[in-house]
């Protein structure tokens, strides 16, 4: 089996990182500034274990891999870059190649399903960074995180088993799951609240009380749409014991995806695939959803504007709703 990690970004660097150095065979797809530091420094990965500089093989796009039987592809993008990858993939790769979402929100999975048959859906929890080319950090030891996964839309095989095993090898708390959406949809309510950390920063005070308004919104829309979805008691006994965050020597946590898209000035942030999926949700099925869609357009508008995190306060937010 030959992992192909397909933005080796922070989950994806962590994942494709601790996969090599666990013996496996690995390719990573990055691009601009990080595809040139991997390629002339190599890969460094930072955690509070200690660091590492792996050297592996990386190209610009998947267009430019040799890809063979046996090969697995990891989706490691933001959703909005799924699209354009999916299609020059789906060229490229055996058309029975296993496509693996190690993404937040849920629509990737049904993208990846109209052009491959053998799509398998990740629940990622793993405290990890990218802000500097060529490094990625993992926050937690000695276990960096799970990666629970499963076939979509639903089921396991014996590929889901090697799958999980393999993530086990190399470190990775992995279990297979027949049901994966129903916790993808519950990461997606956690994520909600990315947006307003990028917009206010990570210790705003005020922050859990949007992301409760974010939440509460949310779990209507999901209710109305008859959609089932992992409990909190659930994820509380999955997450027990898991995580064990620690210092990283020349590496401060900053905030989660959204916040290290603004803080990078990328252009870009996902949150038309996760506040925006409950927007879509919520106007599918008659629900309001004004709070997820304010989150959604002020934090595209940073984006595009390249402004830096914490721009606005909590209550700016909330008068902005009024």
């Known amino acids: 089996m030959r992992w192909v990690i397909v933005g080796a970004g922070a989950v994806g660097g962590v994942v494709g990182g601790r996969l090599a150095m666990a013996g496996h065979d690995v390719v990573l797809v990055a691009r601009g500034a990080h595809l040139d530091a991997i390629r002339r420094d190599g890969l460094a990965m930072h955690s509070p274990e200690g660091r590492r500089t792996l050297r592996l093989p990386a190209v610009a796009d998947v267009a430019a891999h040799d890809w063979r039987a046996g090969d697995v592809a990891v989706l490691a993008v933001k959703g909005m870059d799924t699209p354009d990858v999916l299609r020059p993939l789906a060229a490229a790769a055996p058309a029975a190649t296993p496509v693996l979402c190690l993404q937040n929100g849920v629509a990737n999975e049904r993208a990846a399903l109209r052009l491959f048959a053998n799509v398998y859906g990740v629940h990622v929890v793993l405290p990890a960074t990218h802000l500097a080319p060529g490094v990625v950090v993992a926050h937690s030891a000695p276990t960096p995180g799970s990666l629970d996964l499963g076939r979509c839309p639903g089921g396991l095989d014996d590929t889901a088993e090697a799958l999980a095993a393999g993530l086990r ?110 927007v879509l949700l919520g106007r599918l099925h008659g629900v309001p959803t004004p709070a997820n869609e304010l989150a959604r357009q002020l934090v595209n508008q940073a984006a595009r504007d390249h402004i830096a995190p914490g721009a606005i306060t909590p209550s700016e937010f909330r008068a902005k709703l009024a």
């Open 169 to 278: 090898a190399a470190g990775f708390s992995a279990e297979p799951r027949a049901d994966i959406m129903r916790w993808k949809y519950a990461k997606l309510l956690q994520n909600l609240g990315n947006a307003v950390q990028a917009l206010c920063g990570p210790d705003a005070d005020g922050l859990d009380d949007l992301d409760a308004l974010l939440r509460a919104e949310a779990t209507e829309v999901l209710r109305v749409a008859g959609i089932d979805v992992a409990t909190p008691e659930e994820d509380a006994r999955r997450r027990k014991g898991l995580l064990n965050i620690q210092p990283v020597e020349g590496t401060p946590r900053g905030g989660g995806s959204s916040w290290q898209s603004l803080a990078r000035g990328t252009g870009t942030v996902e949150a038309d695939y996760l506040n925006g999926e409950i």
